[in-house]
Each structure stands twice: as structure tokens, then as C-alpha cells.
């Protein structure tokens, strides 16, 4: 099974920067990332990171948000830069377990930004 325990999420105006962070427990994970849901709309791939160090990123965030993963803490970051209204969302963490690709999501933790 695996734990994740998910930090980060606040309000913040327009233009300013924030940090999320996902900590996994409990098994060897192929890949980590962020999706986010806004109210009315489907879920959507933020960013993604894998073990051997490749990155997706969503095509919104691309050139601001930047994802890392820190491997002796089995966590992983969401740097968010220049942040606007639209980004307003619940984000959620999910990873992927090396053996069987299943995944596994965090219990989301909210990011809103004011204009």
C-alpha cells in the first residue's frame, strides 16, 4: 500500500509563487506527479516527473511550474511561479508503483489565486 501526504495548498494573489509538496510511503514508485480539477471541469496533468528523471508538463503551466523529485525523501515539489486565477484549482498528487504501474492518489489540497 501506499501512503501519500500531500502540503502546500493556500490562497494566493495573481503573479505570486507557491510550493506544493507529496510525500509516498510504502513502495518503490516508477513515477510522481500533479493533477488538478477546477470546479466544472475534468481533471487535467499538471506536471509529472519519473524515476529516470523525464518531466510532462500540461501545456498551461509549461514555463511556469517546475517539478522535482527528491529521491532520499520519496517526495515530490511543485514549483509554482507567476500564478493567475485560472490556475485556481484542487490539486492532487498521484503516483505510480514500479511493480504492476498501479496508481495512487492523494487526497487533494486546494490552491486559490485572486486576481
Known amino acids: 500500500q501506499v501512503k501519500l501526504v500531500e502540503s502546500g495548498g493556500d490562497l494566493v494573489q495573481a503573479g505570486g509563487s507557491l510550493q506544493l509538496s507529496c510525500a509516498a510511503s510504502?513502495?518503490?514508485?516508477?513515477?510522481m506527479g500533479w493533477y488538478r480539477q477546477a470546479p466544472g471541469k475534468v481533471r487535467e496533468l499538471v506536471a509529472v516527473?519519473?524515476?529516470?528523471?523525464?518531466?510532462e508538463y500540461g501545456d498551461s503551466v509549461k514555463g511556469r511550474f517546475t517539478i522535482s523529485w527528491d529521491n532520499a525523501k520519496n517526495t515530490v515539489h511543485l514549483q509554482m511561479n507567476t500564478l493567475k486565477p485560472e490556475d485556481t484549482a484542487v490539486y492532487y498528487c498521484?503516483?505510480?508503483?514500479?511493480?504492476?504501474?498501479?496508481?495512487?492518489w492523494g487526497q487533494g489540497t486546494p490552491v486559490t489565486v485572486s486576481s
Open positions: 498521484q503516483v505510480r508503483r514500479a511493480l504492476g504501474n498501479n496508481a495512487y
Open positions: 516527473v519519473t524515476s529516470d528523471g523525464r518531466t
Open positions: 510504502g513502495s518503490i514508485l516508477s513515477s
